[in-house]
């Protein structure tokens, strides 16, 4: 079988593929989704809902659950951690991640000196 590939064609396309984005990315794809969302979270409505929200939650975790131990405290706060980091992602959906700012390279060392 004859390649149809004129010479020096890449056989693979160069282009990135996203085979399964993740939801955060699914979500940012629709400009609708993005500006909708940074209204809510903007509005005083949703800040003091979320506020109570929260403080409702680590009541819940806190009131009325037997501690006989560490480990039950460390299960606290564990749910608390999670709590905030749920909060966290909710609030921050539609901003796109910025890549981490990688460090100038060193230049390289004169072993000789």
């Known amino acids: 079988m004859a390649s149809t ?67 039950d405290y460390a299960i606290m706060g564990l749910e608390m951690v999670g709590a905030m980091h749920f909060c966290d992602i909710l609030l921050h959906l539609s901003e796109q991640p910025m890549p981490p700012k990688m460090p100038p390279a060193a230049p390289p060392l004169d072993h000789k000196a």
Do not use: C, W, Y
Not at 21 to 32: E, H, I, L, Q, Y
């Open 5 to 71: 590939l004129a010479p020096g064609q890449p056989t693979q396309s160069t282009k990135p593929f996203n085979v399964n984005p993740s939801p955060g990315t699914r979500f940012r794809a629709s400009n609708d989704n993005i500006s909708k969302h940074r209204d809510l979270v903007d509005s005083r409505e949703f800040q003091r809902a979320l506020d109570f929200a929260k403080l409702e939650m680590l009541d819940q975790i806190t009131r009325g659950r037997p501690v006989q131990g560490m480990n």
